[in-house]
């Protein structure tokens, strides 16, 4: 069983920046990939970005490249995201989730099995 819980998100305004995090509790070694997951109001589920557990291979959404970037903390079981220059477009629910798959065959957020609650981003002038 693995327990993960976001924290970070705020209510900033545009152009302004966010780190995200997310604390791993659990048997994570059974999983290959980590990802932050968003989801607006009214919007389906996006893969915002992944990172792979074993080499540190990423992947982002065009909508967030070069503006967000994905680390990992082994030692500590941590996954982050920081977020810069951020838009309204930016805003949503940011869940951490963690897939047993590995980051070449994940084909998006259905791909992820264990989840956290999420941590609101909201982005507002």
């Known amino acids: 069983q693995l327990r993960l819980v976001e924290s970070g998100g705020d209510l900033v305004q545009p152009g302004e920046s966010l780190r995200l995090s997310c604390v791993v509790s659990?048997?994570?070694?059974?999983?290959?990939?980590m990802g932050w997951i968003r989801q607006a109001p009214g919007k389906e589920r996006e893969g915002v970005s992944y990172?792979?557990?074993?080499?540190?291979?990423?992947y982002y959404a065009d909508s967030v490249k070069g503006r967000f970037t994905i680390s990992r903390d082994v030692a500590k079981n941590m996954v982050y995201l920081q977020m810069h220059n951020l838009s309204p477009d930016d805003t949503g629910l940011y869940s951490c989730?963690?897939?047993?798959?590995?980051?070449?065959?994940?084909?998006?957020?259905?791909?992820?099995?264990?989840w956290g609650q999420g941590t609101q981003v909201t982005v507002s002038s």
């Open positions: 989730a963690a897939s047993w798959g590995s980051i070449a065959v994940i084909l998006g957020p259905s791909d992820f099995t264990s």
């Open positions: 659990g048997v994570i070694s059974d999983f290959r990939t």
């Open positions: 990172i792979s557990l074993k080499d540190g291979t990423t």
